[in-house]
């Protein structure tokens, strides 16, 4: 729980608690990302199967669908295994309108942008937490949309299996480190 956690603050989470701004950057600040973690049956101790929506203001992971999501998910990433391998599935989706409102035509690549931004402090965070993920672009959005319960506004952009690598162990002192540094993000 305090891995998923930390990796989903490193992609969203508030970094400064009077700007409210995050852990990764965000054209005008505007913020069009939402996180969902499609967690596994078993994939992750102390969280029932199910899929998650993570709101940055207060760190807190809120049940959106009970039950194990990540045949489907795997399915609508036309059946890519590790997605369904995966303990926890981070999916990054964007309410484009949020930055169009601001930036109109601009607005999608902007969005891109600042997903491939938080994706990347996934993957960082998973690295250093001594667990493994990869890029997963390759799906079919509206079933992923229907998969996750996202509202009609978000537009999927990202999955990214999480999982603990074989070769973990070796990585653990790392690890340790890693999660000692910043003990109250770790509700
Ligand atoms: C936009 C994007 C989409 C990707 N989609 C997939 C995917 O659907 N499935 C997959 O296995 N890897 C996917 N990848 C990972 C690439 O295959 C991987 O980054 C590439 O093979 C280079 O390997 P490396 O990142 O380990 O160096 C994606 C990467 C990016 C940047």
Redesign the pocket.
């Known amino acids: 729980m305090a891995e998923l956690s930390q990796l989903l603050w490193a992609a969203q989470g508030v970094t400064d608690t009077q700007s409210r701004r995050r852990a990764s950057p965000s054209a005008g600040a505007l913020y069009p990302l939402e996180l969902y973690a499609v967690v596994r049956e078993r994939g992750v101790v102390g969280l029932p199967a199910g899929v998650y929506r993570y709101s940055p203001e207060d760190a807190r992971m809120t049940m959106a669908k009970n039950g194990d999501m990540s045949g489907a998910l795997r399915a609508a990433?036309?059946d890519?295994e590790?997605v369904g391998l995966a303990a926890v599935s981070v999916v990054t989706t964007a309410v484009v309108q949020r930055t169009r409102s601001k930036y109109g035509e601009r607005a999608l690549q902007y969005v891109f942008q600042e997903s491939?931004h938080a994706a990347e402090n996934v993957f960082l965070q998973a690295v250093s937490l001594g667990l493994g993920t990869?890029?997963?672009?390759?799906?079919n959005e509206e079933e992923v949309h229907s998969v996750i319960g996202a509202r009609p506004e978000e537009r999927p952009i990202?999955?990214q299996p999480v999982g603990v690598p074989q070769h973990r162990g070796e990585r653990s002192t790392l690890r340790r480190k890693a999660l000692s540094r910043e003990p109250d993000r770790h509700r």
């Open positions: 990433a036309l890519q590790m491939g990869v890029m997963v672009g390759a799906f990202y999955i």
